[in-house]
């Protein structure tokens, strides 16, 4: 008897079928199945896992028009290869020089800016485990404390990570009010001949220098100015990067427009306020939006948590000589969101720590 006349034998509703029956049968299967290699090696789009799921190459595709829509990468992202591991689709992204893997539900929902391999060992992947949880939570760098600690975030306000950074800070600052003569926003930028500039061009330069007269000359209005101004893009520059609503938002909060006004066009207020941080800026060697300055040393905050209120709050505890009552006082340890969003934190999580824009001839 043949495979297949014992195959068919041992389906008993095979039995009730006649056999001219199941020939047809096999008939209009094995053409359908024609039908589809036909068609699969006639169209180069076409996958067998699209009846299923996603293809590689559209999953691949989406994780790199997430990232570039998204402005998550100021130099834009290309896909390099895309593989299955684990039942997950492993995505090799190229950024600038660097190639990145990353990783994506099969069904292109969700996606893992990294994986742990959690299959090896303790004893025997004790070495490669130790180093990668350093990666990935270097140890704190030593800070001098001091009786008045001070924690300084450099950022420009157009970018997504500074715009995350700035959001945990006034996180922070809001779930604890006593934390706000530690902390402080500084900005990224040069001046030249009287005129303020910034890495993603001259709107983004205006708002930097808006929001140094608000916290200079206005500083009870600076924290809640900058969370409407965070809460959604009104606007979008000439090369494609987001801006807020500056104008609603100094109506909301109660702003002093004219005070405002007049400090932005005076060259000895905002200008002068703008190239002391920019001075600051240079001294640190600031590279990126966001850096975190505490006490005169740059630190990572992944050594703290990453970026959510609560790191924030551990980091002036870290810098402090004496511990506050806020020491105590656990805050939001949610990663907050990237780039303008109208809640702290959202279902897609935040950005990697130490994830940064930089300026392009970097």
Excluded at 150 to 177: D, H, T, W
Aim: glycine fraction near 6%; proline fraction near 4%; charged fraction near 15%.
């Amino acid at each position: 008897m043949s495979f297949m006349s014992k195959f068919m034998s041992k389906l008993s509703f095979l039995k009730k079928m006649d056999r001219n029956t199941i020939l047809v049968c096999i008939a209009i299967i094995a053409v359908i199945i024609t039908g589809i290699l036909i068609f699969a090696k006639s169209n180069s789009n076409f996958t067998f896992p699209t009846i299923f799921g996603m293809s590689d190459k559209e999953i691949g595709n989406k994780v790199i028009s997430y990232i570039n829509d998204n402005k998550l990468s100021q130099t834009p992202a290309s896909l390099v290869s895309v593989s299955e591991v684990s039942g997950l689709a492993k995505v090799k992204i190229k950024i600038g020089t660097s190639s990145f893997d990353s990783y994506a539900t099969k069904d292109g929902k969700l996606l893992f800016p990294q994986a742990f391999d959690m299959s090896a060992k303790k004893a025997g992947a004790a070495n490669q485990n130790s180093s990668a949880s350093k990666a990935a939570t270097p140890a704190p760098t030593a800070v001098q404390k001091t009786d008045s600690p001070m924690l300084e975030g450099y950022i420009v306000s157009s970018c997504p990570y500074g715009l995350q950074m700035q959001r945990a800070f006034a996180e922070a600052v809001k779930n604890s009010p006593a934390l706000a003569s530690s902390v402080k926003m500084r900005y990224i930028g040069s001046v030249s001949n009287g005129t303020v500039s910034s890495m993603h061009g001259p709107e983004e330069a205006q708002e930097n220098l808006r929001q140094i007269c608000i916290r200079d000359e206005q500083p009870n209005k600076y924290w809640s100015y900058v969370s409407c101004y965070m809460k959604k893009s009104a606007g979008t520059m000439a090369n494609g990067m987001p801006l807020g609503d500056s104008k609603g938002c100094q109506a909301s909060t109660g702003v002093d427009t004219a005070k405002l006004n007049s400090c932005v066009s005076d060259p000895k207020r905002g200008v002068a306020d703008a190239q002391k941080d920019f001075d600051l800026s240079d001294k640190y060697n600031v590279q990126g939006s966001p850096t975190l300055i505490l006490n005169g040393t740059q630190v990572s905050e992944s050594s703290y948590g990453g970026r959510s209120a609560d790191a924030v709050r551990a980091m002036v505890c870290a810098g402090s000589k004496t511990q506050s009552s806020f020491c105590s006082q656990k805050l939001n340890i949610a990663e907050a969101s990237v780039s303008f969003s109208a809640t702290y934190a959202n279902s897609n999580g935040g950005a990697a720590a130490n994830t940064n824009c930089a300026p392009a001839a970097q």
